[in-house]
């Protein structure tokens, strides 16, 4: 209770301010909240932004085409965020929240620069760490603020800096995320629901301990059995053997599974046979990705979840080092904690206990709905990393929770992208304005981003959604992509490449599934 006292206070210690303009420059120094902005510099069209942090490729920023006040700031003396605002008679009265994935440490200037040009003041936040900290998961304060602090109290201190800027409060605020960003986008409705009035959460991976239990387990598997160990290639293989089994299910061969769940392939399938020595897997493989495919099961036997859909391969390789992490310095905190002690259930109950807020699953979301709240969340069939089925398994829940699929459907809607792999890639569309892609403005049927605020702003949601495969800057073929539990039909007449010929159709398929 203190601490959500404290955080209401905060909030409106940083909503307090003068009515009036202040200049760029003007924003420097120290604010409200133990908000600290250490830079603001006005940026000019074509000028390079200088000095940035450093930041992952897929975070770099792109040109930006709007002069901005470029904000760099800390909260608390460890949380690091950067405010890009729109010169006063460009904006477009929004703000931009944008997500970061994997283990955060940095920004996300790629959507940053790709929004600031479209008017929207943007905000992102380093999740209260650097990359360059080792060990940072042993700081129970850089646990929490990863966890869901960070991102909260970073909109917080934008949108009181925004009214400072343009002597006026930001009229709506949205969250745009994808893998991290989408769990932080999640968090945001589910802890914070009056932060935004609009969420687009990619691959959230809703209860993100659980998948990672999985990966770190099957990493530890094909270490201690060289034998069994997968390659990138034999999961290409994997791949490519069930597509080809389950093309044609969604009436056209396109190299795209439109719903896996309707598409039944065993591994068994790609064993080697006497004198066959390609395009095969040899026995002690295949008995691998069987025991991958499958559901994982505790130290008792006992399914832990529900395995991989068909076709979808995993990363090859040993551990990540955010899994090693997790455990050695965020359970244990132990430099030299040996992974190949890791227990299952041991293990997932302590990450539970040690971070509990890094699961999103909650389905307590009634306050998010009750004040207009609309969140879109989009997932990838064939995702290798955060793998669907539990985003689909969450967005079942939250439909039990919040009345039944009619009701949530008026506010949360879920839309799967056949063949794309985490956030962007494989064979599918994969480009249709999430986090990272690239952005159409004002286009509601090409950019999520843009769907979400006309539900919010105009009350028109989301019937579908026209996604982009894009090679060498040119689109190769469309396809829509459709709210959950409806798939994409094809009509027999048109083009199979163009989205114009497919329509969303009722999928008896996912709407059984439980």
Same mark, same amino acid.
Not at 188 to 198: A, L, R, S, T, V
């Given at each position: 209770?203190?601490?959500?006292?404290?955080?209401?206070?905060?909030?409106?210690?940083?909503?307090?301010?003068?009515?009036?303009?202040?200049?760029?420059?003007?924003?420097?120094?120290?604010?409200?909240?133990?908000?600290?902005?250490?830079?603001?510099?006005? /940026?000019?069209?074509?000028?390079?932004?200088?000095?940035?942090?450093?930041?992952?490729? $897929?975070?770099?920023?792109?040109?930006?085409? %709007?002069?901005?006040?470029?904000?760099?700031?800390?909260?608390?003396?460890?949380?690091?965020?950067?405010?890009?605002?729109?010169?006063?008679?460009?904006?477009? =009265?929004?703000?931009?929240?944008?997500?970061?994935?994997?283990?955060?440490?940095?920004?996300?200037?790629?959507?940053?620069?790709?929004?600031?040009?479209?008017?929207?003041?943007? /905000?992102?936040?380093?999740? +209260?760490?650097?990359?360059?900290? !080792?060990?940072?998961?042993?700081?129970?304060?850089?646990?929490?603020?990863?966890?869901?602090?960070?991102?909260?109290?970073?909109?917080?201190?934008?949108?009181?800096?925004?009214?400072?800027?343009?002597? !006026?409060?930001?009229?709506?605020?949205?969250?745009?995320?994808?893998? =991290?960003?989408?769990?932080?986008?999640?968090?945001?409705?589910?802890?914070?629901?009056?932060?935004?009035?609009?969420?687009?959460?990619?691959?959230?991976?809703?209860?993100?301990?659980?998948?990672?239990?999985? %990966?770190?387990?099957?990493?530890?598997?094909?270490?201690?059995?060289?034998?069994?160990?997968?390659?990138?290639?034999?999961?290409?293989?994997?791949?490519?053997?069930?597509?080809?089994?389950?093309?044609?299910?969604?009436?056209?061969?396109?190299?795209?599974?439109?719903?896996?769940?309707?598409?039944?392939?065993?591994?068994?399938?790609?064993?080697?046979?006497?004198?066959?020595?390609?395009?095969?897997?040899?026995?002690?493989?295949?008995?691998?990705?069987?025991?991958? /495919?499958?559901? %994982?099961?505790?130290?008792?036997?006992?399914?832990?979840?529900?395995?991989?859909?068909?076709?979808?391969?995993?990363?090859?390789?040993?551990?990540?080092?955010?899994?090693?992490?997790?455990?050695?310095?965020?359970?244990?905190?132990?430099?030299?904690?040996?992974?190949?002690?890791?227990?299952?259930?041991?293990?997932?109950?302590?990450?539970?206990?040690?971070?509990?807020?890094?699961?999103?699953?909650?389905?307590?979301?009634?306050?998010?709905?009750?004040?207009?709240?609309?969140? #879109?969340?989009?997932?990838?069939?064939?995702?290798?990393?955060? #793998?669907?089925?539990? *985003?689909?398994?969450?967005?079942?829940?939250?439909?039990?929770?919040?009345?039944?699929?009619?009701?949530?459907?008026?506010? /949360?809607?879920?839309?799967?992208?056949?063949? %794309?792999?985490?956030?962007? +890639?494989?064979?599918?569309?994969?480009?249709?304005?999430?986090?990272?892609?690239?952005?159409?403005? =004002?286009?509601?049927?090409?950019?999520?981003?843009?769907?979400?605020?006309?539900?919010?702003?105009?009350?028109?949601?989301?019937? *579908?959604?026209?996604?982009?495969? #894009?090679?060498?800057?040119?689109?190769?073929?469309?396809?829509?992509?459709?709210?959950?539990?409806?798939?994409?039909?094809?009509?027999?007449?048109?083009?199979? $490449?163009?989205?114009? $010929?497919?329509?969303?159709?009722?999928?008896?398929?996912?709407?059984?599934?439980?």
């Amino acid at each position: 209770m203190r601490a959500r006292v404290s955080l209401l206070a905060l909030a409106g210690a940083l909503w307090a301010g003068p009515a009036m303009a202040q200049g760029c420059a003007d924003l420097a120094g120290d604010q409200p909240g133990k908000v600290r902005v250490t830079a603001a510099a006005q /940026v000019a069209v074509g000028q390079d932004v200088d000095a940035l942090p450093e930041t992952r490729g $897929s975070y770099k920023p792109v040109p930006v085409t %709007m002069p901005f006040c470029r904000v760099q700031g800390v909260i608390e003396g460890n949380i690091g965020f950067e405010l890009w605002l729109p010169a006063g008679d460009r904006w477009n =009265g929004r703000l931009l929240g944008a997500g970061v994935g994997g283990d955060a440490g940095v920004f996300n200037f790629a959507d940053l620069s790709r929004r600031v040009s479209e008017g929207f003041a943007a /905000v992102t936040t380093d999740s +209260g760490h650097k990359i360059s900290q !080792k060990r940072w998961m042993a700081d129970l304060k850089a646990r929490v603020d990863y966890e869901h602090r960070a991102t909260h109290l970073a909109t917080l201190a934008a949108k009181a800096l925004a009214a400072r800027f343009y002597a !006026k409060p930001v009229m709506h605020s949205y969250f745009l995320g994808c893998s =991290g960003g989408g769990r932080q986008g999640l968090k945001e409705m589910e802890n914070y629901p009056g932060d935004y009035d609009g969420i687009v959460a990619g691959a959230p991976g809703p209860y993100m301990p659980l998948i990672s239990v999985r %990966m770190m387990w099957f990493s530890l598997m094909q270490k201690h059995d060289p034998a069994g160990a997968l390659t990138d290639a034999d999961w290409a293989l994997y791949e490519k053997k069930a597509i080809a089994a389950c093309d044609g299910k969604d009436g056209v061969k396109d190299g795209i599974v439109e719903n896996p769940l309707a598409c039944t392939f065993r591994p068994a399938i790609l064993a080697c046979k006497q004198g066959q020595g390609s395009d095969c897997l040899a026995v002690p493989k295949v008995k691998m990705m069987e025991a991958i /495919v499958a559901p %994982m099961r505790d130290e008792k036997g006992r399914p832990m979840d529900r395995g991989l859909l068909p076709g979808v391969r995993t990363r090859p390789g040993p551990p990540s080092p955010l899994l090693a992490a997790m455990w050695g310095d965020a359970v244990y905190d132990d430099p030299n904690w040996n992974e190949d002690t890791f227990q299952r259930t041991a293990d997932l109950n302590k990450v539970n206990a040690v971070m509990p807020e890094l699961r999103a699953d909650k389905v307590t979301i009634a306050p998010f709905i009750a004040r207009g709240g609309k969140a #879109i969340i989009y997932q990838g069939w064939a995702d290798p990393s955060v #793998i669907a089925g539990p *985003t689909v398994d969450f967005y079942r829940r939250l439909e039990a929770a919040q009345g039944g699929a009619a009701k949530l459907s008026q506010s /949360v809607k879920l839309m799967m992208v056949p063949g %794309m792999y985490h956030c962007r +890639g494989g064979p599918g569309v994969d480009q249709f304005g999430g986090s990272g892609q690239i952005n159409a403005p =004002g286009d509601a049927s090409r950019d999520i981003l843009w769907a979400v605020i006309d539900w919010v702003e105009k009350g028109q949601a989301p019937q *579908t959604l026209t996604g982009a495969r #894009i090679v060498d800057g040119k689109p190769v073929f469309t396809r829509a992509i459709c709210p959950f539990p409806k798939s994409a039909r094809y009509d027999g007449k048109g083009e199979d $490449s163009d989205a114009r $010929s497919y329509t969303c159709e009722a999928d008896p398929v996912l709407a059984s599934y439980r």
